[in-house]
């Protein structure tokens, strides 16, 4: 997909929620949101979650929510990379997106995701002939 997808949660957002959040180009929430992968609590390990929160987060932050289950706040989500930012409910942070270029960020996107798997040699070079 080519268009930015952002989460915006306001709520509790937990395993596949939280691995839905994870998945996102851009996560902010408010500062009553939670987020957890609770599986273990119920005799489950949130195998697909672990998927987005490994890509998403450093690996010691998400085996720590993956092996507790442990609620965490949207500012401790913050901290740790999940969400970008804890912002107002009232705030649309579509706004400021929504007036750039859709033709820079439907080439800028997925050259983002293709470059992360590449060498920083082979990264350079297709940034470049993209540019």
Known sequence: MTKPVIAQVEGIATAAGCQLVASCDLAYASNTAQFATPGVDIGLFCSTPAVALSRTIHTKHAMHML?????????????????????????????DIASKSS????????????????????????ASNIM
Not at 104 to 110: A, F, H
């Open 67 to 95: 092996l507790t289950g442990d609620m965490i706040s949207a500012k401790e989500a913050e901290r740790i990379g999940l969400i970008n930012a804890v912002v107002d409910v009232d705030v649309d942070v579509n706004v």
């Open 103 to 126: 033709a820079s960020i439907g080439i800028g996107k997925p050259l983002f995701y293709k470059q992360l798997d590449m060498s920083l040699e082979d990264a350079y070079k297709l």
